[in-house]
């Protein structure tokens, strides 16, 4: 009987960059589970109780570790510079536009931890076509 990975979770410190002025720090906790492998969740705590949720691809975050990625709404990049110890998020939406500095050894070792859980290339089998098909057509019915 095997054992399905456990949710990886990391509470990270990020800066908003807020131009004209000193970036802001926001609390927020990613979030990888098994069960949608090709997601990453990102929760940001913007105060109170209040939770705003991104999901985007694993594979965008892990791509912009190393360099430019993403098109649309979601766009991740090292920062620029010598010895830089941040990746840049930028968050696009109807209501407004963010930038976030990440802590790139922090994301690092979440990336690495979510790869334990679920190899690269092992994604696919973790999902049940039928299950996902069954949903798509029920939420479609209505």
Known sequence: MSVAPAVVTADLALRLV???SSSLPV???LVYDPVDPYAVRVGFRTGGSEVVEWT???QLL???VQGPSGEGDVRVWPKDGPGSVLVCLSLCSPSGHA???????????FLTRSYHAVPTGEESSRVDLDVELALLMWTGAE
Request: aromatic fraction near 8%; proline fraction near 13%; charged fraction near 20%.
């Open 62 to 64: 892990s791509d912009g």
């Open 56 to 58: 985007f691809a694993r």
């Open 18 to 20: 807020v131009p004209g």
């Open 99 to 109: 930038l976030f500095e990440v802590p790139l050894p922090e994301l690092v070792e």
């Open 27 to 29: 609390a927020c906790t």
